[in-house]
T-cell receptor, first 110, second 117 residues
Framework: RKEVEQDPGPFNVPEGATVAFNCTYS??????FFWYRQDCRKEPKLLMS???SGNEDGRFTAQLNRASQYISLLIRDSKLSDSATYLC???????????FGTGTRLKVLA | NAGVTQTPKFQVLKTGQSMTLQCAQD?????MYWYRQDPGMGLRLIYY???????DKGEVPNGYNVSRLNKREFSLRLESAAPSQTSVYFC????????????????FGPGTRLTVT
């Protein structure tokens, strides 16, 4: 089993739709969690960190469920510019390693 | 602030040739990383350096060597390139507050697209 798993998609949604992605992790000692965005042929860029209490940044909401070992990303009012691959990233206590999921591809359609 | 810079952006090598990928960061980060990204495989860690003077193997270290030249610079060397090393290589850096808030986010360079023929 992979340490971090994501549905590869693609998720094809119309503009204005709400879309949610989940990411599961296998190590219960995982400590920090992030969502990154990666555009085609570009470097990953931090979208948001995921805090235990959940957090929101504009149209984006991230949640952490430690009991079920998953994090989620909700995007409201999708824009064409949201089309990208979203990477889930997990770190484990006591290490400096970041474990990346393979990404979920989102296409927002006009 | 340039963030994380990588050179070169593109490179074509013949099998057996060697080359060094350069990475530098100007954010005074302690940790630096080298990843490769292949279609359908996601980002895989090659080597990392948790602090100046230390390096450790990641998930796919075979065929690579690294040097943490100083706090700013972390280079990746391919001694004898193979077609299986055709990939996009990303360097990243981060600062760490382990024990308090966990590790902080990573910042990535723009990548080096390497083709080995």
């Amino acid at each position: 089993r992979k340490e971090v798993e994501q549905d590869p998609g693609p998720f094809n949604v119309p503009e204005g739709a709400t879309v949610a992605f989940n990411c599961t992790y296998s190590n219960s000692a995982s400590q920090s969690f992030f969502w990154y965005r990666q555009d085609c042929r570009k470097e990953p860029k931090l979208l948001m960190s995921v805090y235990s209490s959940g957090n929101e940044d504009g149209r984006f909401t991230a949640q952490l469920n430690r009991a079920s070992q998953y994090i989620s990303l909700l995007i409201r009012d999708s824009k064409l510019s949201d089309s990208a691959t979203y990477l889930c990233v997990v770190t484990t206590s006591g290490t400096y390693k970041y474990i990346f999921g393979t990404g979920t591809r989102l296409k927002v359609l006009a | 602030n340039a963030g994380v810079t990588q050179t070169p952006k593109f490179q074509v090598l013949k099998t057996g040739q060697s080359m060094t990928l350069q990475c530098a960061q100007d954010m005074n980060h302690n940790s630096m990383y080298w990843y490769r990204q292949d279609p359908g495989m996601g980002l895989r860690l090659i080597y990392y350096s948790a602090s100046e003077g230390t390096t450790d193997k990641g998930e796919v270290p075979n065929g690579y060597n690294v040097s943490r030249l100083n706090k700013r610079e972390f280079s990746l060397r391919l001694e004898s390139a193979a077609p299986s090393q055709t990939s996009v290589y990303f360097c990243a850096s981060s600062d760490n507050l382990v024990g308090l808030a966990g590790v902080l986010e990573q910042y990535f360079g723009p990548g080096t697209r390497l083709t080995v023929t």
